[in-house]
Each structure stands twice: as C-alpha cells, then as structure tokens.
C-alpha cells in the first residue's frame, strides 16, 4: 500500500454515494476459522492468491511484497474470511511498473460482492455496503479494524491525493458483509 503511483494514472476514487450510511449485520451463520488462500471481486475482474500478514514494529499492517502486484494479504492474527468478526484483507494500488491487485477499490460499488475461497474449500461471499478514502494522518482506526459481533470485510489499499515526495495522502477502505457461505469446494450458496 505504499507505493509510488509511477505509472501516470491514479486508481478509480469512490463518489460519496458510496460513503458509510449503515453497517448491514450479517444473518448468515459464520464460519470456523481456515485462512484464506484467493480472492475474487467480479465487478472489477480481481481474481488474485492472498498471503498472510503481520504487524511491523510500531504495530502497523505489513503489506504484502511490492514486487507481487497480483498478491493480496489477509492479517493472520485476525479473523479468518467466514468467521465472526472483523476479517482485514490489504494490498497494493500500483507500484512503478503500474496497476496492483486492489487498483480498482474504489470503483466498486454497494452491492458488488467479494468471494473469498479458504483453505478448507469453504467460500465466503462478502456484499460491499460502503467505500471510503481516509486521511492517512486521520485514518479511523477503530471504524476500520474494530472488532464486528457478525461476519464482517474490510479490503483497504492506498488512495486519495498522491504527490511524488510523499505518495498516496491517503487509504481507501471497502465495508463488507458475509451473505452467503460454501463448503468443501461447492458453489456458493
């Protein structure tokens, strides 16, 4: 998510229409904890591998490697995609060579959806209800990574203003929802 923006164009950036009205609660019965191993985004054709991430030494999200633009990352020390609470994925908008796997945030739209396949072949799909674009100097972190009593996504990235001295100003973040569930490899349902 930090990254240089060096191919010229800057990523799609939502419209208030898409701001935070509600959190939606998810009447889906959650899943047990499995990590995720893909992530697919239909509407903007994201079909991308996801790797686990930690915390750096003052207790920020790692992203994932800058040199894999197709690599989203999940926090592996939160909730599993599926299960009850608030599951963090990340990942970059571009680096120099351009687009990365979460180029296209903010462009989604409510009601676009977010299937995330596990290791234990289960499928959570996800329906976004909200995208924003936060001030990195006044990111909402409880708004963002507070803990959620359902099955709650979180996708977020880098956006906003870009300047070459200090890149992105800022992060986009996708609200979701778990509304429906697969398991052992099944369509959803």
């Known amino acids: 998510m ?12 939502p419209g208030a229409a898409q701001a935070l009205g509600f959190a939606p609660v998810s009447t889906v019965p959650p899943l047990g904890p499995s990590a995720p191993t893909r992530i697919r985004i239909p509407a903007v054709r994201l079909d991308a591998p ?14 994932p490697p800058a040199a894999e633009v197709n690599l989203a990352g999940w926090y592996r ?12 994925m990340a990942g970059h908008v ?37 995208i924003e674009v936060y001030d990195k100097k006044h990111f909402p972190d409880a708004k963002v990574y507070g803990r959620a009593a359902d099955a709650q996504l979180r ?35």
């Open 155 to 189: 996708l977020i990235t880098c956006g906003g203003d870009f300047s070459e001295k200090n890149g992105y100003g800022g992060n986009v973040v996708a609200y979701a929802y778990l509304v429906h569930t697969s398991t052992g490899g099944q369509g959803a349902r």
């Open 77 to 88: 020390d939160g909730a599993t995609p599926g299960q009850r609470g608030t599951a963090i």
């Open 50 to 63: 996801v790797t686990g991430l930690g915390l750096d030494s003052e207790g920020h999200l790692q992203p």
């Open 94 to 130: 571009d680096n120099q060579r351009g687009p990365a796997v979460f180029y296209h945030l903010g462009a989604l739209r409510r009601g676009d959806q977010v299937e995330v396949v596990r290791q234990d072949r289960a499928t959570a799909v996800y329906q976004i209800y909200a």
């Open 2 to 13: 930090l990254n240089d923006g060096g191919h010229g164009a800057l990523p799609p950036t």
